[in-house]
């Protein structure tokens, strides 16, 4: 990457790099490290090993504590459907990665630029290389713009657990279904609440979340586990 491709970059993700040659690394496909043997910018595998691991900590830390609740089993389920090849790679294109790829001859007249795998590893890579260059907080706050929504999105498509616990209690007419907020804590950006879901007067289960509504599902999935209906 020349210096103008790399301002360039930078200004399109809002990041200034201390070492610039770890973000020119960061898009050097092993292609073009083989057919440019007098440029002594390494490949970017070695930052691609880096970043998977930088990756799916930073993954792992938000689920942990974005998700009280979710047991091991669907913090994995759900890691897993964001840091995959598609997602990565589709993720690298909306930020202009693909533009900035450093491809031999027989790798971009076959259309690599485009090519997934390769896109994911270079959004691992640059990972990597960011995390080298400014360390883990500024690697969480570029996830935590561009890859973290991503689970919002996730959460949206999973059950809607207080409509099926609604329609479980009016089916067996249990009575009146009611959700109580007893608890908020946490600083104004990360707030966290506990409810209470009642039925005919009786709590029967709680659930924790970062707004009221996600408490309310954890609440409803819990009193669903509770009946063994979920």
Do not use: W
């Not at 970043?51 to 792992?60: E, F, H, I, Q, R």
């Not at 500024?138 to 996830?143: D, H, M, Q, T």
């Not at 908020?184 to 979340?209: C, K, T, Y």
Request: proline share 3%.
């Amino acid at each position: 990457m020349a210096k103008q491709r790399i301002d360039a970059f930078c200004r399109d993700v809002e990041i200034e790099f201390h070492d610039r040659q770890l973000l020119r690394a960061a898009f050097t496909h092993s292609s073009y490290r083989n057919e440019h043997r007098a440029d002594a910018t390494p490949d970017n595998e070695r930052l691609e090993f880096l970043g998977d691991a930088v990756l799916s900590l930073c993954v792992s830390k938000y689920l942990y504590r974005h998700y009280p609740q979710a047991p091991e089993g669907e913090m994995t389920r759900m890691r897993a459907a964001v840091v995959c090849e598609p997602s990565l790679a589709e993720l690298a294109k909306k930020l202009g990665f693909s533009n900035y790829l450093r491809l031999g001859k027989g790798e971009e007249q076959t259309g690599g630029r485009e090519r997934s795998s390769l896109l994911a590893d270079a959004f691992e890579a640059f990972i990597g290389s960011l995390f080298l260059d400014q360390g883990l907080a500024s690697a969480e706050k570029f996830l935590t713009e561009h890859l973290f929504p991503e689970f919002e999105r996730l959460e949206g498509t999973r059950k809607d657990f207080k409509t099926i616990l609604q329609e479980y209690v009016q089916h067996r007419n249990l009575g009146d279904l009611l959700y109580d907020t007893i608890e908020e804590s946490g600083p104004a950006h990360e707030r966290q609440f506990r409810v209470s879901v009642q039925i005919a007067g009786r709590a029967i289960a709680q659930g924790i979340g970062r707004s009221k509504k996600e408490a309310e599902q954890h609440a409803a999935k819990e009193a669903l586990e509770g009946f063994g209906d979920a």
